[in-house]
């Protein structure tokens, strides 16, 4: 594949979000059922709503801490497994409609191109399925243990909070990163025909000077969500909009990840895509 170097410029950024508001509301849809069950297994937001219950918050263990960060029943936790299992198909519905729509220049949610695309896609969404749950649920455990570890090792609740809140912003930045770093190995899965260590291994290397650039992307769609997060917890609006805000970060993040996945793939790879192509030739386009 031929490499070409845009790590100086901010293509991909203006490229990405033009793609998703252009795009978006389609893609969203494809992720709606999903999000509205994961929830009930995984919450992308119970770390950061735990900092807002220091001032009563009383953990006699790590299990208590534990399951105090979860804001929805867990006896439901199955529901959350039935979501995980629908997001793997709609990530892989998803990775077919944009690369088409980047490749040929045609962009279409059919139905009747769904089997197609689930034959084709459904073992890399799979992996990236599986890889992200894992990746998240690590993290949070991971922070989980921090926030005890502040607990049992301070006494005054505004250092343990303090110490808290820096242990979430490097645990934030380090799945970013993380992210970013992994974010070509599903095109290179699918595209090339290398087995999965190999593709991790070319999606690296690819990203060598880019990972910053994509970070302050990735963050530039994450930070509203969370700023509304932060905004509802010091409210205390209450576990449905919590989880109405868990809902929505992720039906846009997924389906964001992705616009971006496909986008930095076509600049790096230096591969023409006939969606400027179709849409320059196309007098009907709006410009």
């Known amino acids: 594949m031929r490499v070409i170097d845009s790590t100086k410029n901010m293509n991909v950024f203006k490229a990405t979000w033009k793609y998703f508001i252009d795009k978006g509301a389609y893609l969203l849809l494809i992720s709606v059922v999903p999000s509205l069950l994961i929830p009930f297994l995984l919450s992308p937001s119970s770390t950061l709503y735990y900092l807002f219950e220091y001032k009563t918050i009383n953990p006699q263990n790590f299990g208590d801490m534990y399951l105090q960060m979860r804001d929805l029943p ?43 695309r689930l034959n084709y896609n459904i073992l890399t969404a799979l992996r990236f399925g599986i890889t992200a749950f894992a990746a998240m649920e690590l993290s949070n455990l991971l922070t989980s243990v921090m926030y005890y570890l502040w607990w049992v090792t301070f006494k005054s609740r505004v250092t343990r909070l303090v110490f808290s809140i820096l242990t979430l912003l490097l645990n934030q930045f380090i799945m ?9 190995w599903s095109p290179y899965c699918l595209h090339t025909g290398l087995k999965a260590k190999d ?37 205390n609006a209450g576990v449905i909009a919590e989880f ?22 076509y600049d790096v790879t230096g591969t023409e895509r006939m969606d400027y192509v179709r849409k320059k030739n196309d007098i009907w386009s709006k410009k």
């Not at 970013?176 to 070509?184: D, F, G, K, P, R």
């Not at 868990?246 to 930095?264: A, G, H, N, W």
């Open 176 to 184: 970013l990163a993380v992210m970013s770093w992994l974010i070509l």
């Open 244 to 265: 109405l805000l868990d809902v929505i970060s992720y039906m846009v993040v997924v389906p964001f990840y992705i616009t971006l996945m496909y986008t930095l793939f």
């Open 199 to 235: 593709a991790v291994v070319n999606a690296v290397r690819s990203m060598s000077g880019r990972v910053i650039r994509t970070v302050f992307t990735l963050f530039s769609c994450v930070a509203p969500i969370e700023l509304v997060m932060i905004i509802t917890g010091a409210l």
């Open 74 to 116: 867990f006896s439901y936790w199955y529901l959350g497994l039935i979501g995980l299992v629908l997001l793997v198909f709609s990530i892989a519905i998803t990775l077919g409609v944009i690369d088409r729509h980047m490749r040929i220049g045609e962009f279409t949610v059919s139905p009747s191109r769904v089997k197609n």
